[in-house]
């Protein structure tokens, strides 16, 4: 008998943690997330807000390699970097002609600098809420 109850009990429980959830958290489209925005959120891989520093430099100084400007540098506003084999970095900068653009940029562990993402006008953080 207590064979019989013991299956019984959790036949119960197993019925009853695989049944369906009424409840539905909504999805989250990743189409209109900006993973920028979730900055410092000290998740493993995440993006942190950095100093600038000579790699970053150098790596806007690529990205304004490539661009059809003459303007030069001004300054950089704000830097993001995200550790992979090799370190991304979110960079917003400022030109001498006074427009601020945005980039992305693959520094690899070569020292090896590959814009990920085309230079666009405007803060990378602009669309943050």
Same mark, same amino acid.
């Given at each position: ?22 409840? +539905? =958290?909504p999805a989250i489209s ?7 925005? #979730?900055?410092?959120? #000290? ?5 942190? =807000?950095?100093?600038? *520093? ?14 059809? *400007?003459?303007?030069?540098? +001004? ?5 993001? =970097? ?21 980039? @992305?940029?693959? @520094? ?17 953080t602009q669309d943050c809420?």
């Open positions: 008998m207590n064979k019989s109850v013991v299956i019984a009990i959790t036949s119960a429980l197993f019925i009853a943690g695989c049944s369906i959830q009424s409840e +539905k =958290t990743s189409d209109n997330i900006n993973p920028i925005c #979730n900055v410092d959120n #000290n998740m493993a891989g995440g993006w942190v =807000t950095s100093s600038v *520093t000579p790699e970053a430099k150098e790596a806007v100084e690529h990205v304004l390699s490539m661009m059809n *400007t003459s303007a030069k540098l +001004k300054q950089i506003l704000d830097v993001k =970097t995200q550790v992979v084999n090799g370190i991304n970095y979110a960079i917003d900068f400022e030109l001498d002609d006074g427009q601020v653009w945005n980039t @992305r940029v693959y @520094r690899s562990l070569k020292g090896q600098y590959q814009m990920t993402q085309p230079a666009q006008q405007g803060s990378m809420q």
